[in-house]
């Protein structure tokens, strides 16, 4: 079975700042790889995702993501930190047939 | 764009009450989710469905119970809510990938 584990509950930057997000998975066959973003009192909306076309994937509000088999990690990435990018921010793997299993989710400050 | 629609942002109910959360999409979805989420937990699937008048256990299914009698709406039941069964509880559909997701349900039981 799939499973998603994603380094730092919490992280924070300041405004300006690189993000770096980080998740790995395990998965036994080739999967697909998503992060998503939930601003406060909202659901999930979806940032981009990996369907084994270019590893590295461009998504929306100038994030991006690269796979790396050999790491077993999609981290998310984005070259200056905006104060609306404060959110928690869940990266998922799915595997064809299976069900999509979420990681628990990081939550990203920024700081002025 | 896709839309799935929950019922309602905000919800508390009494201990031992009937609670339905309703959901609807409007892309022709075949797929339908039910999630709740609780801090440090991230999402977990209570039940899913993959068609009309189907519905399969997810991780957590003890205490709810599901309905879709149209392609359209998922409906999660809470035969007799719990104290533990305050969460936010969010609803997803998905034709072959990704999922997409409502504004999610905040339910308080007291």
């Known amino acids: 079975a799939q499973s998603v584990t994603q380094l730092g509950s919490h992280v924070s930057v300041s405004e300006g700042a690189l993000v770096l997000l980080r998740c790995n998975y395990s998965s036994s066959v080739p999967p697909y790889l998503f992060w998503y973003v939930q601003y406060p009192n909202q659901g999930l909306q979806l940032l981009l995702k990996?369907?084994?076309?270019?590893?590295l994937v461009k998504g929306i509000n100038g994030f991006e993501a690269e796979f790396k088999k050999s790491e077993t990690s999609f981290h998310l990435t984005k070259p200056s930190a905006h104060m609306s990018d404060a959110a928690e921010y869940f990266c998922a793997v799915m595997v064809y047939g299976q069900n999509f299993v979420f990681g628990p989710g990081t939550r990203l400050s920024v700081l002025p | 764009d896709v839309k799935v629609t929950q019922s309602s942002r905000y919800l508390v109910k009494r201990t031992g009450e009937k609670v339905f959360l309703e959901c609807v999409q409007d892309?022709?979805?075949?797929?339908m989710f039910w999630y709740r989420q609780d801090p440090g937990l991230g999402l977990r699937l209570i039940y899913f469905?993959?068609?009309?008048?189907?519905?399969e256990k997810g991780d957590i299914p003890e205490g709810y119970s599901v309905s879709r009698e149209k392609k359209e709406r998922f409906s999660l039941i809470l035969e007799s809510a719990s104290t533990n069964q305050t969460s936010m509880y969010l609803c997803?559909?998905?034709?072959?990938?990704?999922?997409?997701f409502g504004d999610g349900t905040r339910l308080s039981i007291l």
């Open positions: 892309m022709d979805h075949e797929n």
């Open positions: 990996y369907t084994s076309a270019a590893t």
């Open positions: 469905s993959y068609d009309v008048k189907m519905k």
């Open positions: 997803a559909s998905s034709g072959q990938r990704p999922q997409h």
